[in-house]
């Protein structure tokens, strides 16, 4: 039997995982070729690119996976490729010698050893050899950020925090692996040991990237137990630099990333040699317990927990078919707002997260009454229970009176590509390439066509500019409110493009000053809402509920309480969607291509006439004379 590096990390998940692959003898007795260990690892990139994309995916939608996921890589590997391709040419300058990777020849590096029958293999992302070394790099399309923001200081209130990794030369070493680092003058040994645990921990965000590469060392080193090197190996995790500003430059069309004005590369690399050797005896325990569960093939059920993924994307694929679908879609005891924290049991201890569904606690309901301390949870339990609703009619009646008109309902569709496309931008940046505006002249006074204007970018060439012209034509910056759901998003779009457009960042910056969020008005806004008078429980609980909402104020969640609107019979029914139909404009036909834009413009203009129709929707829940109509 040949097992990948990816049929290692997912066999090692839980003993369950193997068994309900189902895997049969004549894969027992197979071996793995580069193009089905390219696929794997292909299908493991695309979960990464889209987990880096998509904050929220909460559309509530039933959608054919196996199309998406199709079409999501289809639009998306080009831009992992040139990640590797410019981490190949990077590897070439800085280190000399003889490069192989990916884009450069077909013939990758691979090493493989043979134990207990079992044969291991892995295939290297860029491997590199010069005479006095070799280097291992193992390329993920994620940033620098969560590993430059590790922080540990000294033990003292309010003490100045120090990064545990030190950058030189494009290289970020862990402080206390570099020879007289004065280590101790900026953190103790305990936070610094703390904070680099997190590197050892496969679930956490930034150890599963180290995982993987210890997963190398581990099969590399065993091969070299037959086929020794006298060289020392040294093994890099290259990622994305996240302080990297692409200066615009093009060469036949395609970007050329230059060292940005500040001299820093689009690609970083993190030295990893020490953590990959600790982690040796972990992925050693891991073989041993991949072995045993290959002979037992043992598919009964096991617990929940954080090796099943849940709500990240590398959910395992067997959560919601097999292990999870106990899981109600609605209301189920997970489905509690804010309660990372889980639920104090009468013996002290907490319980949270999936450990409810072990115990039994599966609906929202299951959950016992005594448990319930916090107002929004007694508020989300009892419109449960009775099919119903809560309203505070003062707070959304005060709130409403703040919004002054006209009100700017605006959406934006965003690419965010892992390498920057346009000049100013940089890695995983929301490049927005849509909006669509509705404006409201005056309470409940808005025309779905009439009214709206869309902008959309009709090729996937820079037409920010264009956006940012005709954002400023149709809307007043001096007054009025700029509305969104969620409108932080929004906000966020609107200054960085005022960054890179310093000539409209007067207009673009009074308009983000007036930024207002549907979610105030349903949720709560505690400053806001204190501003306006109120105290006490009011300010801490929700001002409205819906047994529907199911834990979520998200837009596809809120509109079907308030409207019959529906994303179902749209062409283009998410933000997923959008990016990948945007992403493929030059693989299209010029029909299709005119068909696509077309369900661009409806999908966004739905977002933004949805927010009319709940504002409209939640005037009238207040609205004396509406209530005195609806009693007659």
């Known amino acids: 039997m040949a097992i990948s590096k990816t049929d290692f990390i997912n066999f090692t998940r839980c003993r369950r995982y193997a ?100 044969r291991y293999i892995c295939y290297v992302d860029v491997y590199n050899e010069n005479e006095e070394e070799i280097n291992i790099i193992e390329v993920k399309a994620t940033t620098s950020k969560k590993y430059a923001e590790l922080t540990a200081g000294l033990k003292k209130v309010g003490g100045e925090k120090y990064p545990i990794f030190y950058k030189s030369d494009n290289v970020y070493c862990l402080k206390g692996e570099i020879p007289r680092y004065p280590l101790e003058e900026e953190m103790t040994i305990e936070n610094y040991e703390a904070k680099k645990s997190k590197l050892l921990n496969r679930y956490e965000d930034v150890g599963k990237y180290i995982h993987d590469l210890a997963i190398q060392r581990y099969f590399i080193e065993h091969e070299m137990e037959e086929n020794p090197v006298s060289k020392p190996i040294h093994y890099y995790l290259a990622v994305l630099n996240h302080q990297y500003i692409f200066d615009g430059t093009y060469e036949n069309g395609k970007a050329i990333y230059n060292p940005s004005s500040d001299g820093e590369e689009l690609i970083t690399f993190f030295k990893l040699d020490g953590i990959t050797k600790e982690y040796q005896k972990i992925i050693e325990e891991e073989r041993i317990m991949l072995e045993e569960t290959l002979l037992r093939l043992d598919a009964s059920k096991v617990n929940l927990g954080v090796q099943c993924g849940y709500k990240t994307y590398n959910c395992c694929k067997f959560f919601k078919p097999v292990c999870g679908s106990i899981i109600p879609e609605k209301n189920s005891s997970l489905n509690y707002i804010h309660n990372g924290h889980g639920f104090l049991k009468e013996d002290g201890t907490r319980c949270k997260g999936l450990d409810l569904i072990n115990e039994g606690y599966i609906n929202l309901l299951d959950i016992p009454e005594e448990w319930i301390v916090k107002k929004n949870h007694e508020i989300q339990r009892e419109c449960t229970k009775n099919h119903e609703q809560y309203i505070n009619k003062e707070k959304i009646k005060a709130i409403l009176g703040t919004i002054q008109y006209p009100i700017y309902h605006l959406d934006f569709e965003t690419m965010p590509c892992p390498v920057p496309r346009f000049k100013g931008e940089w890695p995983y940046i929301q490049s927005p390439f849509e909006f669509s505006l509705h404006i409201e002249k005056e309470p409940g006074v808005c025309d779905k066509q009439k009214d709206n204007i869309i902008f959309l970018a009709e090729t996937t060439q820079d037409e920010r500019e264009d956006m940012i012209k005709l954002m400023l034509s149709s809307m007043d910056p001096d007054k009025g409110t700029l509305f969104a759901q969620n409108v932080p998003f929004e906000k966020g779009r609107i200054k960085e493009l005022a960054k890179m457009f310093p000539q409209y960042k007067e207009g673009l910056m009074k308009l983000y000053d007036r930024g207002f969020d549907l979610l105030w008005i349903v949720n709560n806004n505690k400053e806001m809402f204190k501003e306006l008078g109120f105290e006490g429980e009011d300010l801490e609980t929700f001002n409205f509920y819906d047994y529907r909402l199911s834990g979520s104020f998200s837009i596809k969640k809120t509109l079907p309480v308030f409207s019959d609107l529906s994303y179902k019979n749209l062409v283009v029914k998410n933000g997923t969607e959008a990016i990948v139909e945007y992403a493929n404009y030059d693989k299209m036909s010029k029909e299709e291509l005119a068909l696509k834009k077309e369900a661009l413009r409806i999908y966004c203009q739905q977002d933004t006439w949805a927010m009319v129709e709940i504002l409209n929707a939640l005037r009238k829940i207040v609205d004396e004379k509406e209530e005195e109509k609806m009693e007659c």
Not at 47 to 68: A, C, F, K, P
Not at 94 to 118: D, H, R
């Open 19 to 118: 068994a309900l692959e189902n895997l049969k003898k004549d894969r027992l007795d197979s071996e793995v070729t580069y193009e089905e260990y390219k696929k794997q690892e292909e299908q493991s990139e695309l979960q990464e690119l889209l987990g880096s994309m998509i904050e929220e995916t909460e559309d509530g939608l039933e959608i054919d996976h196996t199309e998406v996921v199709n079409r999501q890589l289809e639009a998306m590997m080009p831009y992992y490729k040139r990640v590797e391709e410019e981490t190949g040419k990077l590897v070439l300058e800085k280190w000399k010698g003889k490069t192989i990777f990916a884009e450069k020849t077909k013939e990758q590096m691979s090493f493989e050893f043979l134990k207990n029958g079992i």
